[in-house]
């Protein structure tokens, strides 16, 4: 799994659109005391029940793996020029 230069921005970045992807869904937004684990959790099943990420297998489901799936996904939707892809 190959590492981005500014992974922890990126996955922040992630984060915060998914959870506006998931108020437009119809979820309820995030509560202040949720972890961030749980949010990428989160986050991560609703990305793979709108098929807009593809699932990883079971047994590589871990919080490492999320989170690098997350970080995937926001770099395909952001622009080639963004500064946190260079």
């Known amino acids: 799994m190959k590492k981005h230069k500014n992974e922890p921005q990126l996955l922040k970045l ?3 659109i998914g ?7 119809g979820f309820t937004s995030f509560g202040k005391g949720t ?6 959790e989160c986050i991560y099943r609703l990305l793979v029940q709108d098929k807009l ?3 990883l297998a079971k047994d590589k489901e871990d919080g490492l793996n999320i989170k690098h799936k997350l970080v995937l996904w926001i770099t ?6 963004h500064p946190l892809l260079k």
Do not use: H
Not at 35 to 40: A, L
């Open 14 to 16: 992630a984060i915060q």
């Open 76 to 81: 395909k939707q952001l622009p080639d020029e």
């Open 53 to 55: 990420v593809q699932p």
């Open 35 to 40: 972890s961030e684990r749980e949010k990428v």
């Open 19 to 25: 959870e506006g992807y998931a108020v437009k869904r």
